[in-house]
């Protein structure tokens, strides 16, 4: 069965994710869905899951698509052959125990039609063998059942960001707030943001990421590059600073304190 994106035939919505953490812990994928994420300038990531599992289907389904992607199922690997010859997709998931064609026959059947779309096997076969023999199929990636969403996610992230057809994300959004990355300008509600290059990399980091808990062991390896502990209030400090301009002037606080956790941008 084929399930497009926006189609109602197929006659059912993703179901709910599992209670258990076996499939993926809802507290660390990529967007709450709370507020806006990030709003993009390109098209929109095309995803293809191909899984006969209803329940594991609909959980990543419904993650890709709070984070912005455009996303399609298909639940055997026939139909899932036939979609992703096309090349329409940016990137596939794919179990390896399908009916009708099994994942490693299609991914071989695809690298030798010359769809070279990224893949990612996401299966609980998952033997030493069983991994390099997906991989020599043609496969880019290979994950093993159970698994988490946000290690998923920033899977496909990286398949992506080497893929050519995907173009890095130029302006960031978060509400009233942009981003410019080429031209390194920040605006709120039309007026222009003065940022320090340390404030215009922490407040970029927040957009990549908004909806989701940013840590400040996060901040401080990816602003700072510091892989230990340093000891100091360095992201409290800046934070506030960054808050005092894009907070303080305007009605809606954007950059919210998770307590014990974090910090979250996002417009709700």
Known sequence: MVCRSGEEACGRGPPAAPADRSVGN???RAYNGRGPGPQRTHRLVKVLIIEDDAETAGFIAR?????????????????????????AYDVLVVDRMLPRMDGLALVRM???TGVQTPVLFL??????????????????????????FSELHARLRALLRRSPSITAETVLRVGDLSLDRLSRRAERAGQTIDLQPREYRLLEYLMEHAGEVVTRTMLLEQVW????????????????????????????????????????????
């Open 123 to 148: 299966t609980a076969v998952g033997g030493l063998s069983d991994r390099v023999e997906g991989l020599e199929a043609g496969a880019d990636d290979y994950m093993v059942k159970p698994f988490a």
């Open 26 to 28: 809802p507290a660390g």
């Open 110 to 112: 695809l690298r030798e």
């Open 63 to 87: 993650g890709l698509r709070e984070a912005g992607s455009v996303v399609d199922h298909a639940e055997t690997g026939v139909d899932g052959l036939f979609l992703a010859s096309e090349g």
């Open 225 to 268: 590059d510091f892989h230990f502990e340093p000891k100091t209030s360095v992201v409290e400090t800046h934070v506030s600073r960054l808050r005092g301009k894009i907070d303080r002037p305007f009605d809606t606080e954007l950059i919210r304190t998770v307590r014990g956790a974090g910090y979250v941008i996002s417009a709700a």
